[in-house]
């Protein structure tokens, strides 16, 4: 009898080797922990006091009837990210003696559903946080949710009569609403509602800057944006108002040079240049008083603190004390008064504040065919070359034997379809070859610098875990633009991931994966995984989706909005309650949304059921459960349902 363990039963595998792995302490912002149970807990007060366990909140959510895949929101973290913005403005406005006041306003873009803006605008009341309009729609949305006159109202973007009439109403009820210039035919229009209306206009006017921003996101910025004047025109306009006798409506000045901008250093020449517009502005005599610097204010998804485009190298208390430090020198230096400092940070407001949940439906792995004791006798020679290789591979030939290892498996492909080798034996030349791929991998692993040819090798030979959700739904920036998402298992934290795999979704698309995750160098090709347990769910969360994510999202394969459930932490005794719950899509809902009447679909699926009927295919009985089958379907959640 042996009494030798395996070495990997000694191995302890703790709460902080988990967080190391996933990265959490790097991209949570310490909105997201461990706990000592193994599993991830929601920290939005930055202590464990009031920590919540997602698994909870999970079996909370199937306890109430629900079913993954939810998208959770906690709305502490959003009270906490307007809160964090505001007091960091407040902080460098003190530290830099700046005389303005910031007002940030929230993009409506970046998440337009009605939960969301009413807690900004419930949050960001004693911040006098308002919004920043894009369209009608999200112009009819704000002018319903605010309350607070002393937050300002910027409306960007194409604005017909009917949006202009209505942002002058606006200000006649007293709210702060700025219609901003984009293109210079909208000061016509603007000057001649205004005057129809008797109601004066607040006007800002968009400035292309020729500052550049580097990212994924910054094309919306620059000379060849297709949003905002260049300065002749700014200059045009300022002309066309002074004549108009309306240069005291031109209040503000808007630039936007982009969204998720990594680099402090590109964040910094916008604010430089901005500022002298605003001191040229006023030397020509418009009234001013708001600069507004738009958005861009990044987020660090993969957690690196770099200039990398899915990070950032700055922190908020950086972006703030730049731009205040910024904006008063330039101003000050021409004895210009300090305007009110307007952000439009949508991002940075909104992406920790969501969660997508979801559970695995099962993994296939990738594990080549067992090896035989030992090779037969009449083996060809370049197999018994293969297995040479496989015993005895290193790190310092592994180069020249992955080259020999598919040599030898390309020739002995040839050889078996000429006839010279057995099924049988190409069968153990498959095997042993990936069994030698096996090896290099895990050599490549170790390799500080992996040279090019073995790039993507850990994608081939990784597991596919099945993931209950909808890409193209769900993250759909994940597959639009490759953006990563830091997706982690929400609980067996407190054991060794013994897999790599890579997610698969259930939509039949073969975009419908999701093959790069987070590292604080590069991006991951696989995500270290347990092996499923028969009989226990394996729930994952896809994190800092707030963001863009829930309306850029579609129909694909008819998979429909998730379920969504938003959780409030009482930060005294840590215990959460559902504050609302918003069913996701039935099969029904969306089949409407691609023009089918559910109804017309039950009366010729009944029909057909009533034909069998006829031609004795089924019993009436028979009939009846079809019927109520359908039905079902039609009601039901368009994910998996267990
Ligand atoms: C999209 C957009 C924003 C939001 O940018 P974030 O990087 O998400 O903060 C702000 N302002 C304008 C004009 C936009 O188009």
């Not at 957690?303 to 922190?315: A, F, K, L, V």
């Not at 030349?429 to 791929?437: A, K, T």
Request: some cysteine; aromatic content about 10%; charged content about 25%.
């Amino acid at each position: 009898m042996t009494t030798s363990i395996k070495k990997e039963a000694l191995e302890q595998w703790s709460r902080q080797d988990s967080a190391d792995l996933y990265g959490v302490d790097n991209w949570g912002c310490g909105y997201f922990d461990i706990n000592a149970k193994g599993e991830l807990a929601v920290t939005p007060f930055g202590n464990a006091k009031g920590s919540v366990s997602l698994l909870d909140v999970v079996k909370g959510i199937q306890e109430r009837g629900m079913d993954m895949p939810v998208l959770l929101r906690i709305s502490n973290i959003l009270e906490s990210r307007i809160k964090l913005l505001h007091s960091s403005f407040q902080k460098a406005i003190k530290e830099a003696g700046y005389q303005g006041v910031y007002k940030g306003v929230f993009p409506i873009k970046v998440n337009q559903q009605q939960q969301v803006i009413e807690d900004i605008a419930k949050f960001g009341l004693e911040y006098h946080h308002g919004f920043e309009a894009g369209s009608k729609a999200e112009l009819i949305a704000a002018l319903g949710t605010m309350k607070d006159r002393e937050a300002c109202l910027v409306c960007n973007g194409y604005k017909d009569e009917e949006f202009i009439d209505l942002a002058l109403y606006a200000n006649k009820l007293g709210l702060k609403c700025f219609l901003v210039i984009e293109m210079l035919s909208e000061l016509d229009v603007i000057a001649e509602r205004s005057k129809v209306l008797g109601i004066k206009p607040r006007i800002g006017v968009r400035i292309k800057l020729s500052s550049r921003a580097t990212g994924n996101w910054t094309e919306s910025g620059g000379d060849r944006s297709v949003f905002g004047l260049n300065t002749s025109e700014i200059i045009w306009v300022v002309d066309k108002l002074r004549d108009l006798g309306l240069l005291d409506c031109l209040q503000l000045l808007h630039y936007h040079i982009g969204s998720q901008i990594p680099n402090i250093r590109d964040i910094r020449a916008g604010v430089q240049e901005a500022s002298r517009v605003y001191v040229g502005l006023v030397e020509e005599g418009a009234k001013m008083g708001y600069l507004d610097l738009g958005g861009g204010l990044a987020v660090d998804y993969d957690g690196s603190h770099t200039n990398y485009h899915h990070s950032r190298n700055y922190t908020i208390d950086e972006y703030c004390v730049d731009i205040v430090e910024t904006v008063g020198e330039t101003l000050s230096a021409k004895g210009i008064s300090h305007p009110t400092l307007i952000t439009e940070s949508g991002r940075a407001t909104i992406a920790y504040f969501s969660v997508l949940l979801f559970n695995i439906l099962e993994a296939t792995k990738f594990e080549p065919a067992e090896l035989p004791a030992e090779l037969p006798e009449d083996a060809n020679d370049m197999t018994k070359e293969l297995l040479n290789i496989y015993n005895t591979i290193n790190t310092r030939n592994l180069q020249e034997f992955f080259h020999d290892a598919i040599y030898y498996r390309d020739e002995l492909r040839i050889l078996f379809r000429n006839g010279r080798i057995t099924l049988r034996e190409r069968g153990l030349v498959e095997g042993l070859f990936w069994h030698i791929m096996v090896a290099v991998n895990r050599h490549v692993q170790k390799m500080k610098y992996v040279p090019d040819e073995f790039e993507g090798l850990d994608r081939v030979l990784a597991d596919t875990y099945y993931a209950n959700f909808s890409v193209f739904q769900s993250l759909p920036d994940s597959w639009a633009i490759k953006q990563i998402f830091p997706i982690m298992p929400i609980h067996r934290l407190l054991e060794r991931p013994t897999r790599e795999g890579i997610l698969s979704d259930i939509t039949c698309d073969c975009d419908g994966k999701i093959e790069q995750f987070v590292d604080l160098h590069d991006v991951r090709h696989t995500l270290p995984l347990h092996d499923l347990h028969d009989n226990e769910e394996y729930y994952l969360g896809a994190f800092l989706v707030g963001a863009y994510q829930e309306t850029l999202g579609d129909l694909h394969n008819l998979l429909g909005d998730t379920n969504v459930v938003s959780i409030t932490i009482d930060p005294v005794d840590g215990h959460f309650e559902f504050v609302k719950e918003i069913e996701g899509d039935s099969v029904g809902d969306v089949l409407s949304y691609v023009e089918y009447d559910p109804k017309l679909l039950r009366d010729s699926f009944k029909r057909k059921a009533e034909r069998a009927v006829r031609e004795h295919l089924i019993t009436p009985a028979e009939r009846r459960e079809i019927m109520e089958a359908f039905e079902n379907g039609i009601n039901g959640y368009t994910y998996f349902e267990r």
